[in-house]
């Protein structure tokens, strides 16, 4: 069987390979026709989305391996990507991010469609709301800590409102609440110094190249 | 030194929010409210309803024998009872509302509640 199968794929291969050699402009222009198929054009924007939002779903994934005392209880690791695009790059591209990071995730973990798939994408949409109020704020007494305060706390916010209103309608609920509250106020704090710190960094080295191109110049 | 370096003025006052507003949550969630009556029922029906505020001790008969309840300082206990594993009276002293003491073989138990009863019948 497995011989059988290896020798159809040798001949397969050797014919694509004939096919390729005698006239590869027969072959190649039937899967870049742009009638048969569609053909997105990413421009260096979405490349830079996927990129970060890659970047986050590294994270995630890492996170996923970290054992939780309590279900919902995370640090949100691959929020302090958000956070710094948000910084760098504005609210627009870290919504894409973020969105981005939760969907593939999903698909990643196994977890698409599933109730908690749509905890993390209610605490998300909370977040993004309360980031793009947030990012407002005066920029010279509010940095990405207080970002992430606040976006923390609205993610578990829109976790617990759509728990009660989905799965648990039950006011024991609110026996959490302040679990949930510290676990917020502790991760928040930490990743938002994580993402001012990463941004410090980057603004140190910005400053670095320029100086060096200067003395180059 | 350098943690502190990346708190701004507005992300203390964030912070010093936050845990405020996590201490009141805790606060207001957590606590089971001032308890003010203590209910004691035999065999599923209202004994009687004492108020905590006077201290006393009240005998309630069961089919093993009589079960002591002491009322004392705003808190009630059993004090003794016939039954054979003594829960109840290993519970100790009641002191939120909510918080209940029962002793199933002589069918009596202790009840602390407020003046607003926290729950609904949903959590039974």
């Excluded at chain 1, 698909?107 to 949409?125: D, E, I, V, Y």
């Excluded at chain 2, 405020?20 to 957590?30: E, K």
Aim: aromatic letters at 8%; a positive charge; hydrophobic letters at 50%.
């Amino acid at each position: 069987m497995t011989v059988l199968t290896t020798n159809n794929q040798d001949r397969g291969s050797r014919i694509e390979d004939r096919a390729g050699s005698v006239a590869p402009h027969l072959v190649r222009p039937s899967i870049l026709d742009p009638r048969s198929s569609i053909l997105l054009h990413p421009s260096a924007e979405d490349h830079h989305i996927a990129r970060m939002a890659a970047l986050a779903l590294g994270l995630s994934v890492l996170e996923a391996a970290i054992p939780s005392p309590l279900p919902g209880v995370k640090p949100g690791l691959a929020n302090i990507v958000t956070l710094i695009v948000l910084a760098r790059y504005g609210w627009r591209t870290a919504a894409w991010v973020s969105l981005l990071r939760i969907v593939a995730g999903g698909l990643l973990l196994g977890s698409f469609l599933t109730p908690g798939f749509f905890l993390s994408l209610s605490g998300a949409l909370c977040s993004l709301l309360v980031l793009g109020i947030s990012q407002h704020l005066p920029q010279r007494w509010f940095g990405p800590v207080s970002h992430s305060i606040l976006a923390a706390f609205a993610h578990i916010a829109g976790q617990l409102l759509l728990v009660y209103l989905w799965l648990i309608p039950h006011v024991g609920l609110l026996y959490l609440v302040p679990v949930f509250a510290v676990a917020a106020l502790i991760f928040g704090t930490v990743n938002g110094l994580i993402a001012a710190h990463f941004l410090d960094e980057n603004k140190i080295y910005h400053r670095d190249t320029e100086t060096q191109r200067e003395a180059i110049t | 030194m350098q943690i502190m370096a990346h708190i701004k003025t507005g992300d203390g006052i964030v912070l010093l929010l936050g845990t405020l507003f996590t201490a009141w949550l805790s606060a207001t969630l957590w606590q089971g409210g001032v308890a003010d009556k203590a209910i004691i029922r035999q065999g599923g029906k209202i004994f009687s309803a004492v108020p905590l505020s006077r201290n006393q001790i009240i005998s309630v008969p069961g089919p093993l024998g009589i079960s002591q309840i002491t009322i004392h300082n705003l808190q009630a206990r059993i004090a003794s009872d016939p039954s054979l594993r003594q829960y109840c009276v290993r519970q100790g002293w009641l002191k939120q509302a909510g918080e209940i003491a029962v002793c199933l073989p002589n069918q009596v138990s202790v009840e602390l509640s407020g003046s607003n009863k926290r729950y609904d019948s949903l959590n039974y």
